[in-house]
């Protein structure tokens, strides 16, 4: 298995500022990848993290918004951009190790 | 139509019941099924995963795969208050290694 942390594991931020969360993997994991989790919906993807090359992201995200790196095979940033009161989620990082995902504890952002 | 529907509950049940939950998808294609469980204020768990039809038993966990109803089901036998949790289904093409599509959650309550 793998074990996955993130920093910051929550922060209050104001509207029009931006935050960018880490996520460390104790394993060099094939694939990392980034969700969103907004009350009493599903995890949604935001985007694939590729080492060392742009980030693939789902329809509805855009890298203006989340700029995302990937450095090497055990590390990624996710950043949220300009943001507004929507933006307020729990934001979850994961990496792939054979056929299992395995999931960071989240970032738990609220921005005012 | 949501490519995976899970009933969100919540789900109330007294100690040592049987506690069945349950997924259907629409994706046809999908080949890789697992079950996390997330408790409050943490990351979703890895419980199971499955390819393709049929059952896998672990401990007091049973995973079961209908592809030909697009149906999956988690049991849990003997539940017990530390099993309260949500419970997320979520399911791929090729396995962790890509995009998990996920169900809402089910929210489990076990009591004492």
């Known amino acids: 298995s793998a074990v996955i942390s993130q920093k910051p594991s929550r922060d209050i931020c104001q509207r029009g500022t931006s935050l960018t969360i880490q996520c460390q993997v104790d394993?060099?994991?094939?694939?990392m990848f980034w969700y969103r989790q907004q009350p009493g919906q599903s995890l949604t993807l935001i985007a694939t993290?590729?080492?060392?090359?742009?980030?693939?992201?789902e329809s509805g995200f855009v890298i203006d918004k989340f700029p995302i790196s990937r450095p090497n095979l055990t590390f990624s940033t996710l950043t949220v951009s300009n943001m507004s009161p929507e933006d307020s989620s729990i934001y979850l990082c994961?990496?792939?190790?054979?056929?299992?995902?395995?999931f960071g504890p989240g970032t738990r952002l609220t921005v005012t | 139509q949501k490519e995976v529907e899970q009933d969100p509950g919540p789900l109330s049940v007294p100690e040592g019941a049987i506690v069945s939950l349950n997924c259907t998808y629409s994706?046809?294609?999908?080949?890789?099924f697992m079950w996390y469980r997330q408790y409050s204020r943490k990351g979703p768990e890895l419980l199971m995963y499955?390819?393709?039809?049929g059952n896998k038993e672990d401990g007091r966990f049973t995973a079961q795969v209908d592809k030909s109803s697009k149906y999956i089901s988690l049991f849990i036998r003997d539940s017990q208050p530390s099993d309260s949790a949500t419970y997320l289904c979520?399911?791929?093409?090729?396995?962790?290694?890509?995009?998990?599509?996920f169900g809402k959650g089910t929210k489990l309550t076990v009591n004492p």
């Open positions: 994706n046809s294609a999908f080949q890789y």
């Open positions: 394993s060099q994991v094939t694939m």
């Open positions: 993290a590729n080492q060392g090359s742009e980030a693939t992201y």
């Open positions: 994961s990496g792939a190790l054979g056929y299992e995902q395995y």
């Open positions: 979520a399911m791929s093409v090729t396995g962790g290694s890509e995009k998990l599509v």
């Open positions: 499955t390819y393709s039809s």
